[in-house]
């Protein structure tokens, strides 16, 4: 059922979007050259990767050496503050790489780091949008968005996720969270180091210092 009210929902909003998307596009060849579409692997449902499409907002990086901020074009600073770099995921939504509403899909590699827990996340497809990314989007730290995720596959249902598309319509109206702080994006939370085996003894300071003496005496013998 949802799968079907995805695909009707992007089929008839296509007159509208379609044109939109041929504008866009032009306005981003124009400022930035080719290619025009930005294409990203993504993990997708139970994990599998797939590529996630957007238009354009930054200049070339090896055509212009300097940070991220500074390649953002006018165009793409538009595009980003009004989400419309986001139309082309309507294709990954036909595709079935995508539904409208979901948890926003992250890099294979900060999957990696995903404890079992979060690893519910990945039991459903990602979304254009979500509970998340209506609750302060780029300005929660990883952890908090994922835990926002983890409660709305919970308690999903048709009336949340129209409550979920008028919260959308209000940010594109009152845009909020489209950047970090400082207009950078928190980077997602590395893993600390897994914890030694059971059985095997956490080593502590004293042990440490002893292990540290007896390495010295071995490499400097009397």
């Excluded at 254009?128 to 999903?156: C, F, K, M, S």
């Excluded at 994006?185 to 300071?205: A, C, I, R, W, Y």
């Amino acid at each position: 059922m949802r799968r079907a009210v995805d695909v009707v929902v992007v089929l008839l909003s296509a007159i509208l979007i379609i044109p939109l998307c041929l504008i866009i596009g032009l306005l981003v060849l124009l400022t930035m050259g080719h290619p025009v579409l930005f294409r990203q692997e993504r993990a997708g449902k139970d994990g599998a990767t797939f590529q996630i499409l957007k238009f354009r907002t930054m200049r070339s990086a090896t055509a212009v050496r300097c940070s991220d901020p500074e390649r953002l074009t006018r165009v793409g600073h538009l595009l980003r503050k009004s989400s419309l770099d986001e139309l082309p995921q309507l294709w990954n939504v036909l595709r079935g790489d995508m539904s409208l509403i979901g948890p926003r899909p992250t890099l294979p590699s900060q999957v990696q780091h995903y404890t079992r827990e979060q690893r519910r996340r990945l039991d459903v497809l990602p979304g254009i949008t979500g509970w998340a990314q209506v609750h302060g989007r780029n300005l929660l730290t990883w952890p908090e968005r994922i835990e926002l995720d983890l409660w709305y596959i919970a308690h999903r249902s048709f009336r949340l996720d129209l409550w979920i598309i008028l919260l959308t319509v209000a940010q594109l109206v009152y845009p909020r969270g489209i950047a970090g702080a400082g207009g950078v994006n928190p980077g997602f939370p590395q893993q600390d180091k897994s914890p030694p085996p059971l059985g095997v003894p956490k080593e502590d300071d004293n042990s440490k210092r002893k292990s540290r003496t007896v390495n010295r005496s071995v490499k400097n013998p009397q």
